[in-house]
C-alpha cells in the first residue's frame, strides 16, 4: 500500500513537470513575434451576398480563368482597402478573357432588385484599364450555360492606380443575360436567372488594354445602395 502511494505521487510530480515544461517549451517564443492587428470591417448590415473579401468563398466557392492561359488569380498582401488581402487579377490583353469568383451554390437577389446594388473596390496598375464588369447565373435555365449580365467599367469612371469603390444597382443590369455558344459560334440571350447568381466576373475584350491588371477587394451585393451616377440612359439590352 506505501509502495502504490509513493508510485502515485511520483507519477503525478511526473506529469505536473512534463505539463510544465511543455508549456515552457510553448511560449518560449511567444515574446519574438508581434500580433498583426487585423483592420475591421466596416459594420454593414445590408450585405445580401458575401462574394469575396479576405478568401473566395468556403464550402466549395472557386475561382476560374480563361482562356486557360490566362494567369490565375492570386490573393496578396501587396494592396488591401477592406481587411489584408485583396485579389491581383491580370488579363491577356490581346484576347478576349477573364478571371471569375464563384460562391457556393447561388443566391436570390430577387427580393433587392428594386434597391440592391454590386459594390466592390478596384485599383488598377497603370490607370486606364478597360472593362466589362459582369454577373453571372448559375446557367439553371440555359442547359448548364452560365448566362451574363455585364455593364462597361467606362460608365463608373475610369480606372485609376487608386483604390476607387464602384456601386452598380442591380436594376442597371437588366432582365436579359446572354452567353457563348461555342459549337455556333454565337451570343444566345435568355432571361437572366435573378434567383440563382454565381458570382461576379471581370473580363475584357481583344486588343482594348495594352496591358490589363488590377486588384479587386470586398466584391458583395448589399440590399440597398448608394445611387447610380454615372451616365444616363445606358444603353444595354434589358428587355428580351
Not at 487585423?38 to 448590415?45: G, L, S
Request: proline content about 4%.
Amino acid at each position: 500500500m506505501i509502495f502504490f502511494r509513493v508510485s502515485l505521487i511520483f507519477v503525478l510530480l511526473l506529469c505536473f513537470n512534463s505539463f510544465a515544461a511543455f508549456s515552457d517549451y510553448r511560449d518560449r517564443d511567444s515574446g519574438r513575434f508581434l500580433q498583426k492587428t487585423v483592420k475591421p470591417f466596416r459594420a454593414d448590415q445590408d450585405v445580401a451576398v458575401i462574394i469575396m473579401r479576405e478568401s473566395i468563398p468556403r464550402g466549395g466557392g472557386y475561382t476560374y480563368q480563361y482562356p486557360r492561359e490566362n494567369p490565375e488569380p492570386i490573393l496578396t498582401d501587396k494592396y488591401a482597402m477592406e481587411g489584408d488581402l485583396s485579389m491581383e487579377i491580370e488579363l491577356i490583353a490581346s484576347d478576349y478573357s477573364g478571371v471569375a469568383i464563384c460562391i457556393a451554390g447561388s443566391a436570390d437577389v430577387i427580393p433587392y432588385m428594386e434597391n440592391g446594388v454590386l459594390e466592390f473596390w478596384i485599383k488598377g496598375n497603370a490607370g486606364g484599364e478597360v472593362a466589362q464588369y459582369v454577373l453571372v447565373d448559375d446557367g439553371v435555365k440555359s442547359n448548364g450555360e452560365s448566362l451574363q449580365v455585364k455593364m462597361g467599367s467606362k460608365s463608373f469612371g475610369d480606372i485609376t492606380t487608386e483604390w476607387q469603390k464602384i456601386s452598380i444597382p442591380l436594376k442597371l443590369f437588366g432582365e436579359t443575360g446572354v452567353y457563348w455558344d461555342a459549337k455556333n459560334q454565337r451570343e444566345v440571350m435568355m432571361p437572366f436567372s435573378w434567383g440563382n447568381i454565381k458570382g461576379f466576373r471581370i473580363e475584357v475584350r481583344k486588343d482594348e488594354n495594352q496591358a490589363f491588371k488590377v486588384w479587386l477587394d470586398d466584391i458583395v451585393i448589399k440590399k440597398v445602395g448608394e445611387e447610380y451616377k454615372g451616365p444616363a440612359g445606358y444603353p444595354f439590352r434589358n428587355v428580351l
